[in-house]
């Protein structure tokens, strides 16, 4: 018996293009996340997103947030499926963006008033505070935070009022060791904590975040038969890497198989190519 | 310790940059006292001319009539250029906006003429003019500060899933508005600076301005000089009770900046 299966659709792309006047930044991405079931497992899934610096990673970031519409394409999320609105996906940007004029508390409170009353809003913002490991700095503003608590409460802030979906661009950039487990252990906690919690992770890390993932997108230009680029980045379907059928999903410890080495140096011949 | 005074971005101990202000006034008072220039009144003459004002020409009272009027024109010009610069937020408005900003180069004399012909009583003449003087010069700012909103602040409320309404409310009017208290403290100057003109057109009510004309008028450099640190002394006040008022309201805001 195969060790996972798929069911419904949790995030749908179809055709997207995307042109700042004129200039094709991207062109025909047609992607799908679907819930990947594993027996007597909550198996959340994680995407991992690359792509070289500039190419568009963030624009179709804002794109499948619903903070931009595409110029053609449509995106759709939730079950049953429909176009996504500002709100249905989180996204915790490259800054770890807080309101700067509110404590931490307020920070999570006015995110969990979206979904719940004052009551239960506090109450779940107390389990966030003591799950993020940010309880003692709840009366603290967020220039007075670490990055990496200000980090944490930003990924805590998009999880209490987004629904499954959450867009991590760059987590582990200027982090330490430390941090950056501590970050996957926050991720891997996210997404078995529910079956339809979907992390996209957008980074240039590319053994952490291949490690963590099911899923990898490479965006890049397309080649034409005369090998020239097309303009606008796409990702090709070659450039869609399912790791749970190649057998390198959920594995600890998977950093040392020699496939996972592998995989992480076709990786890079990709990007540089591209 | 005292090197730090000449290292650049040094920090230096309170009581060590307290010290060093003490020295650099008592170094002017003493220069002013023992090297007076031709044409400068001495020390011990403006000392006497602040009293003589005090007691005899109602200096206090005068102020008082002038902090006032400047504090409700300020009140005024507040309210109107908060309006005015929130309303950018709707294209339909921002040429208001700009016109606004821009009249900050009409000439002061034109316009109390021209209020004066609008308007009947003198002191409606002076508010509205002084009101229309800040409210120029607080649009310029409170608009600079609503421009300095990121692409990335206004996505992060969307992201939480606020309305376009409620991400300006929450970005825009509640996180700028120990910004908007900033701007607010560094215009209030201008109204000093239009109400001693607008009190000598207007001299029914008195005022700091017209006191100080009259000195200006008869040649009396000492009560010009008295005055006029007067209004350095209430405008420095002033400053500091607006950042005790930020650093109060606003305890945020001064986290991120330098020390």
Redesign the interface.
């Known amino acids: 018996m195969a060790d996972h299966s798929y069911k419904e659709p949790i995030l749908t792309l179809r055709d997207i293009s995307m042109q700042f006047g004129g200039e094709v930044v991207l062109r025909d991405i047609s992607l799908d996340v679907l819930d990947v079931v594993r027996p007597g497992v909550n198996q959340g899934q994680v995407v991992g997103f690359y792509g070289r610096s500039g190419i568009g990673k963030s624009v179709l970031c804002r794109i499948i947030a619903g903070l931009l519409p595409p110029t053609t394409g449509t995106v759709q999320v939730a079950n049953p499926q429909r176009p996504v609105c500002p709100g249905d996906v989180g996204f915790v940007q490259q800054r770890y963006p807080l309101f700067n004029h509110r404590t931490l508390l307020d920070n999570l409170l006015v995110a969990a008033q979206r979904k719940h009353a004052l009551t239960e809003a506090k109450v779940k913002v107390e389990d966030f505070l003591a799950r993020f490991d940010l309880a003692q700095h709840r009366r603290k503003y967020p220039a007075q935070l670490s990055g990496g608590q200000r980090q944490r409460a930003a990924i805590a802030q998009q999880l209490l009022c987004s629904e499954h979906l959450i867009i991590l661009d760059e987590p582990f950039s200027g982090l330490d060791i430390a941090m950056i487990d501590e970050v996957k252990k926050i991720i891997i906690e996210v997404t078995t904590s529910n079956e339809l919690n979907t992390v996209v992770i957008v980074s240039h890390d590319l053994a952490t975040t291949t490690a963590l993932s099911d899923t990898l997108w490479l965006l890049g230009p397309e080649r034409d038969a005369a090998g020239q680029c097309i303009t606008g980045a796409t990702i090709t379907k070659n450039h869609q890497y399912n790791l749970a059928e190649m057998g390198l999903a959920w594995q600890p410890g998977i950093q040392a198989k020699p496939e996972f080495v592998q995989l992480i140096e076709h990786l890079k011949d990709e990007i540089r190519k591209s | 310790m005292l090197k730090d005074l000449f290292v650049p971005n040094a920090k230096p101990r309170p009581s060590v940059f307290l010290t060093m202000v003490g020295c650099q006034v008592l170094f002017l008072l003493l220069l002013w006292l023992f090297y007076p220039l031709q044409l400068f009144p001495t020390l011990g003459e403006v000392g006497t001319s602040f009293k003589d004002l005090v007691t005899t020409q109602g200096l206090i009272q005068e102020l008082w009539a002038s902090l006032t009027t400047a504090l409700g024109a300020l009140g005024i010009a507040t309210v109107l250029a908060l309006g005015i610069s929130y309303l950018t937020a709707l294209p339909f408005f921002r040429p208001i906006a700009y016109a606004a900003s821009k009249m900050r180069y009409l000439t002061l004399t034109g316009l109390t003429f021209f209020m004066a012909l609008l308007l009947s009583s003198g002191h409606q003449v002076k508010l509205s003019v002084l009101v229309f003087g800040a409210t120029v010069y607080l649009v310029t700012g409170m608009t600079s500060a609503i421009l300095t909103t990121t692409q990335?602040?206004m996505?992060?409320?969307?992201?939480?899933?606020?309305s376009e309404w409620r991400s300006f409310y929450?970005?825009v009017v509640?996180?700028k508005?120990?910004e908007m208290l900033e701007v607010v403290r560094q215009n209030f100057a201008i109204i000093w600076t239009m109400i001693t003109l607008v009190e000598t057109l207007y001299q029914s009510e008195g005022g700091i301005g017209l006191l100080l004309y009259k000195q200006n008028r008869y040649l009396h450099l000492a009560g010009v000089v008295a005055i006029q640190l007067v209004i350095l002394a209430t405008g420095a006040a002033q400053d500091y009770l607006f950042a005790f008022l930020r650093r109060l309201f606003?305890?945020?805001s001064e986290?991120?900046t330098a020390k």
């Open positions: 990335e602040e996505d992060h409320a969307r992201t939480l899933g606020m929450e970005v509640l996180g508005l120990d606003f305890p945020y986290l991120s």
